[in-house]
């Protein structure tokens, strides 16, 4: 029997591990999001996020006729600490860095707030049914504490193509 040398195991170890990368991305598995920050594990969402397939879907920003559609995006550089976000006074919802949020609500006017460092930051939102509203938040955080946290005054293009580069990680009807 002819013996492995280190060269036929080091083609097998790639030839395995090749095999294992092309398995294919289950598209309707809902599991914990996990924002990574250059490829160092930052922080998950305890919750389950929807699928893939559901954040391709959402990421068409479609509107639908009987509720006003709103999407709050976080974006990326703002730390890797958890961050809620709520409406209306509601429960918060938990998010990470480079995630957003997909809201169907009644027609009108809501507020969107989220909480950071113990400070609350509140905007309101309107609109009408079949209306669809995308709000950014930005933020920095540094290692000697200095954090600023807030909402964007970016145009709706430009927080569309930071949701397009995020995760959905909460789909939720409110009305």
């Excluded at 309107?126 to 909402?151: C, Q, T």
Aim: glycine residues 6%; aromatic residues 6%.
């Amino acid at each position: 029997m002819k013996k492995l040398n280190s060269m036929n195991v080091a083609s097998l170890a790639c030839l395995v591990a090749l095999v294992g990368c092309a398995a294919p991305v289950d598209q309707l598995a809902e599991k914990p999001y996990c924002h990574t920050d250059r490829g160092i594990h930052a922080y998950c969402t305890k919750e389950v996020a929807p699928s893939l397939q559901r954040d391709a879907e959402a990421k068409q920003f479609a509107s639908v006729p009987d509720a006003l559609t709103i999407y709050v995006v976080r974006y990326w550089g703002d730390g890797h600490h958890p961050m809620e976000i709520s409406i209306d006074g509601s429960a918060p919802m938990e998010t990470v860095p480079d995630s957003m949020i997909r809201l169907r609500v009644k027609a009108g006017e809501h507020q969107v707030a989220f909480k950071v460092d113990g400070r609350s930051f509140d905007r309101k939102v309107s609109g009408k049914a079949g209306d669809v509203r995308l709000l950014g938040i930005a933020g920095s955080e540094w290692p000697w504490g200095n954090s600023h946290h807030e909402w964007t005054d970016d145009s709706e293009d430009q927080v569309k193509r930071k949701a397009i580069k995020a995760r959905l990680i909460k789909d939720l009807s409110l009305f």
